[in-house]
């Protein structure tokens, strides 16, 4: 598989993997709530570190399948944009402390987690 088209195949697959996530996560609510964001982000770094894993341990993983999953699927599954026009939102609704606490817990969290499974690396 060609690598363009792996990434291209990831990021698609990412994508309607946050929307469907974020959806799930934050159906009840009717104004701005970054936890459905916060959730896919750190979902998306566990695969990220699993991946990571499985490439260092010689498991076999092909460039293309790296391709699809960490750069494609990863990257369309995360998303920075999102956690910044949600960030920005609660500041501009004075919802300061909730604003700080995502920017906290998802920097702490989504390093934490890769943290954690690069220590099993």
Do not use: H
Request: hydrophobic share 55%; glycine share 12%; net charge positive.
């Amino acid at each position: 598989m060609n690598v363009l088209l792996a990434v291209f195949v990831g990021g698609g697959l990412g994508s309607v993997a946050r929307f469907g996530v974020s959806s799930w996560v934050t159906s009840g609510f009717k104004n701005i709530n970054p936890v459905g964001t916060l959730t896919a982000n750190i979902i998306s770094t566990i695969i990220l570190g699993l991946v990571l894993y499985l490439a260092s341990q010689k498991m076999g993983i092909s460039d293309n399948m790296k391709a699809l999953l960490i750069t494609g699927f990863c990257g369309g599954f995360s998303t920075f944009s999102t956690f910044s026009y949600e960030t920005f939102e609660l500041l501009r609704t004075g919802q300061f402390w909730f604003a700080a606490a995502n920017v906290f817990v998802s920097i702490v969290l989504g390093i934490g987690v890769l943290f954690v499974i690069a220590k099993s690396i």
